[in-house]
Nanobody, 126 residues
């Protein structure tokens, strides 16, 4: 069992930056690929960003490419999402997820992830 706890959400003006992070309670953090998803009010949860087990490869949704950066520190059991040039449409609850068995060609599919955090709210005002 892996417990994921997100933090760092908040209210920011459009064009601003925010960093959310997720701490995992496991002794084998480096054996999990990690991803961020988000869910806006009235919408389905959508993929945001992915990072491989040792952080050597990342992948982003087109909507955030060039603005968001995912990274991880395996020594601290933490994955980060640096969000820059934020837009009102980035407003959502952001969820951290972990997978021990993700298939790379399905890395943006939420069904590939077996552990989820409780989410952290990010609100971008116009």
């Amino acid at each position: 069992q892996v417990l994921l706890v997100e933090s760092g959400g908040g209210l920011v003006q459009a064009g601003g930056s925010l960093r959310v992070f997720c701490v995992a309670s496991t002794h084998t953090f480096s054996s999990y690929a990690m991803a961020w998803f988000r869910q806006a009010p009235g919408k389905e949860r959508e993929f945001v960003a992915f990072i491989t087990w040792r952080g050597e490869s990342t992948y982003y949704a087109d909507s955030v490419k060039g603005r968001f950066l995912i990274s991880r520190d395996n020594a601290k059991n933490t994955v980060y999402l640096q969000m820059n040039s934020l837009k009102p449409e980035d407003t959502a609850v952001y969820y951290c997820s972990a997978s021990s068995r993700v298939r790379m060609y399905l890395r943006s599919n939420e069904n590939e992830y077996n552990y989820w955090g409780q989410g952290t709210q990010v609100t971008v005002s116009s």
